[in-house]
């Protein structure tokens, strides 16, 4: 069991329930082993839900939480914390356009199928409110990853597909996106240099997509972030990248390397929407760190 020192009881309690579970536990004992800090605070001024530093790692979750939705929140940020150990970061704001959508995409469905495993092994120990959260965030690789679960299939690679199938959640995803952009737009100009990193599909996947033991869940289906239903974007979000490209090419002369043009573009397709005030919840709940970078 992976020994984190720490004054919060709330936070002991968190990480002894993410114990039980022994995807929860592989992965904060990565985090430990490579230094992180996991700080819980008052987050409202920073209007995040959650947030993983990059640089600082620091892993930040709000004061105010129960211990069991801790945890659920510490497996999904421990998730993107074991991807930025292995670099995957600042290709997600690559200058290449498609680099950083692929990328973006690509840890966000491993996190979400990674936080669901989670949530099912903790389910198996008693503590149902992981579940619960994942439900009311990303039903889709939780049902997923349970239903690989009983047929004895791979619930990484099913959870992972399934995470495409909810255009709720691959568009609030491409806003965060869009707008992280914008927030790093000083970074890009000072350092150019850093972001024009290019990364094909076979190098994301093999990077993030691994499971307990190492071994690359994709394995078969390397070429999956070339593929339009994975790399894809709506015609809205076409137009909102199209915008800030051509904004700051015109401020600061600086092209993106892929245009829009390459990358296959669908008409606007929305999921079923939930009912304004549980998607309104929902959206709060989703808030992670993209807004922390």
Same mark, same amino acid.
Request: with cysteine.
């Given at each position: 069991?992976?020994?984190?020192?720490?004054?919060?009881?709330?936070?002991?309690?968190?990480?002894?329930?993410?114990?039980?579970?022994?995807?929860?536990?592989?992965?904060?004992?990565?985090?430990?082993?490579?230094?992180?800090?996991?700080?819980?605070?008052?987050?409202?001024?920073?209007?995040?839900?959650?947030?993983?530093?990059?640089?600082?790692?620091?892993?930040?979750?709000?004061?105010?939480?129960? &211990? *069991?939705?801790?945890?659920?929140?510490?497996?999904?940020?421990?998730?993107?914390?074991?991807?930025?150990?292995?670099?995957?970061?600042?290709?997600?704001?690559?200058?290449?356009?498609?680099?950083?959508?692929?990328?973006?995409?690509?840890?966000?469905?491993?996190?979400?199928?990674?936080?669901?495993?989670?949530?099912?092994?903790?389910?198996?120990?008693?503590?149902?409110?992981?579940?619960?959260?994942?439900?009311?965030?990303?039903? *889709?690789?939780?049902?997923?990853?349970?239903?690989?679960?009983?047929?004895?299939?791979? &619930?990484?690679?099913?959870?992972?597909?399934?995470?495409?199938?909810?255009?709720?959640?691959?568009?609030?995803?491409?806003?965060?996106?869009?707008?992280?952009?914008?927030?790093?737009?000083?970074?890009?100009?000072?350092? &150019?240099?850093?972001?024009?990193?290019?990364?094909?599909?076979?190098?994301?996947?093999?990077?993030?997509?691994?499971?307990?033991?190492?071994?690359?869940?994709?394995?078969?289906?390397?070429?999956?972030?070339?593929?339009?239903?994975?790399?894809?974007?709506?015609?809205?979000?076409?137009?909102?990248?199209?915008?800030?490209?051509?904004?700051?090419? *015109?401020?600061?002369?600086?092209?993106?390397?892929?245009?829009?043009?390459?990358?296959?573009?669908?008409?606007?397709?929305?999921?079923?929407?939930?009912?304004?005030?549980?998607?309104?919840?929902?959206?709060?709940?989703?808030?992670?760190?993209?807004?922390?970078?």
């Amino acid at each position: 069991m992976p020994q984190y020192k720490t004054d919060d009881k709330n936070l002991q309690k968190a990480m002894w329930i993410l114990n039980h579970s022994k995807t929860g536990r592989s992965l904060l004992s990565k985090a430990v082993k490579s230094g992180y800090q996991i700080i819980c605070e008052d987050l409202t001024a920073k209007n995040i839900g959650a947030g993983c530093h990059p640089r600082k790692k620091i892993i930040l979750l709000p004061d105010n939480n129960k &211990p *069991e939705v801790l945890a659920f929140k510490l497996s999904h940020e421990l998730a993107h914390a074991e991807q930025i150990m292995k670099g995957t970061v600042f290709s997600y704001v690559a200058n290449d356009t498609k680099t950083s959508i692929m990328t973006s995409r690509c840890m966000e469905a491993d996190a979400v199928t990674k936080h669901s495993i989670i949530a099912c092994e903790l389910k198996d120990k008693g503590y149902n409110e992981p579940y619960e959260e994942a439900k009311a965030i990303s039903p *889709e690789s939780l049902y997923a990853v349970e239903k690989s679960i009983k047929d004895k299939s791979n &619930p990484y690679v099913a959870g992972f597909k399934a995470w495409f199938t909810s255009s709720f959640l691959v568009n609030f995803y491409d806003k965060q996106h869009a707008a992280l952009l914008s927030r790093l737009s000083e970074e890009i100009i000072a350092q &150019p240099d850093a972001f024009k990193r290019k990364r094909s599909s076979k190098s994301l996947v093999k990077s993030i997509c691994r499971d307990n033991n190492g071994k690359c869940y994709l394995q078969d289906s390397l070429d999956i972030m070339e593929r339009p239903l994975y790399v894809g974007i709506s015609s809205r979000h076409a137009q909102i990248l199209n915008a800030f490209f051509a904004n700051r090419e *015109e401020e600061h002369g600086i092209k993106c390397d892929q245009h829009i043009e390459n990358i296959a573009v669908f008409e606007n397709h929305d999921r079923e929407n939930p009912p304004a005030k549980e998607k309104n919840k929902l959206i709060s709940k989703l808030k992670t760190r993209r807004d922390y970078r």
